[in-house]
């Protein structure tokens, strides 16, 4: 190999780094922020470097967190854990199920169908808000659980992922072994076809999971009860009475930082089958 193309390839690969580096440091700057922000008094807060800490005091700070509003943070963590759990497990387990049906069964309209799945991929979640608060009071399920989870159950773009995957992954010759073996469709797919669709599934999981744990504004429309809030939604009300209490600026921080670490346990659990599913999705067809 000649020379300068080695040099040409050490530069490449220099200048790839040097751009990964800044992007990285782009994302986890904010959440360095959080950390050294929530380890301060809220004097230190306004009155010294942000970047580097001053007088720690995290545990004391937490406590502070979790015992304010008598324990009111717990309450919209349990909520959010909820919210995002069983919605993301919902929607996830429904996508499998849509996502498998429509890349392998041949029905009149299927062609349709996943074009108006596309479509629901398109549309902008906040011009559905409105209209599905109306809908949930005509119900009588407004300010109640079921009106953030009932939502959170939809995934458009999961059922895209499952489908591509699905007809990527799920060979018709296991399908037609099972059917000769005598199982039926349901026990193919709950044994079969939900272990082959691992990977696509927590990649599915994955995203339902972050979008309804970080969604405000659903919650904002459906909720008036803040002891149903998220953690979002919650935080959204301290930092809006920070004005009046200038406590709850520091109370808010701490919560903020709080609230990431369950989608930073998440992604670090289940980032081996994400990973896996990418790389299995990229070669097989």
Not at 27 to 47: I, M, N, R
Not at 97 to 112: D, P
Not at 168 to 192: C, H, K, N, Q, S
């Amino acid at each position: 190999m000649s020379t300068p193309h080695v040099k040409k390839r050490a530069a490449s690969r220099i200048v790839l780094v040097a751009l990964l580096s800044v992007a990285a440091l782009y994302f986890l700057l904010p959440v360095y922020w959080l950390l050294v922000a929530s380890t301060k008094s809220g004097a230190d807060l306004f009155g010294t470097f942000g970047l580097w800490f001053s007088d720690p005091r995290w545990l004391h700070n937490m406590a502070n967190v979790f015992s304010y509003g008598d324990g009111m943070f717990w309450s919209w963590t349990a909520n959010s854990l909820l919210y995002a759990g069983v919605g993301g497990v919902l929607a996830t387990l429904l996508a499998c199920a849509a996502g498998y049906a429509l890349a392998v069964y041949r029905f009149r309209g299927r062609e349709t169908v996943f074009k108006g799945v596309l479509a629901g991929v398109l549309l902008p979640s906040t011009t559905l808000a409105l209209p599905m608060y109306l809908l949930f009071s005509k119900v009588g399920l407004a300010d109640s659980y079921w009106a953030v989870l009932i939502p959170s159950m939809v995934s458009p773009f999961g059922v895209y992922l499952c489908r591509i995957y699905a007809e990527a992954a799920v060979p018709a010759e296991m399908l037609e072994a099972a059917r000769v073996d005598g199982a039926g469709e349901w026990r193919i797919f709950g044994t079969l076809v939900l272990r082959t669709m691992t990977p696509a599934l927590v990649t599915v999981f994955l995203f339902q999971f972050v979008g309804i744990w970080n969604n405000y504004f659903l919650p904002l429309v459906m909720l008036s009860d803040d002891r149903k809030y998220p953690i979002t939604l919650g935080l959204t009300t301290w930092q809006s009475a920070a004005e009046r209490n200038p406590e709850l600026y520091q109370l808010t921080v701490g919560g903020a930082f709080l609230s990431i670490l369950p989608l930073a346990a998440a992604m670090l659990v289940l980032q081996r089958y994400w990973r896996s599913g990418l790389t299995q999705g990229s070669v097989k067809g």
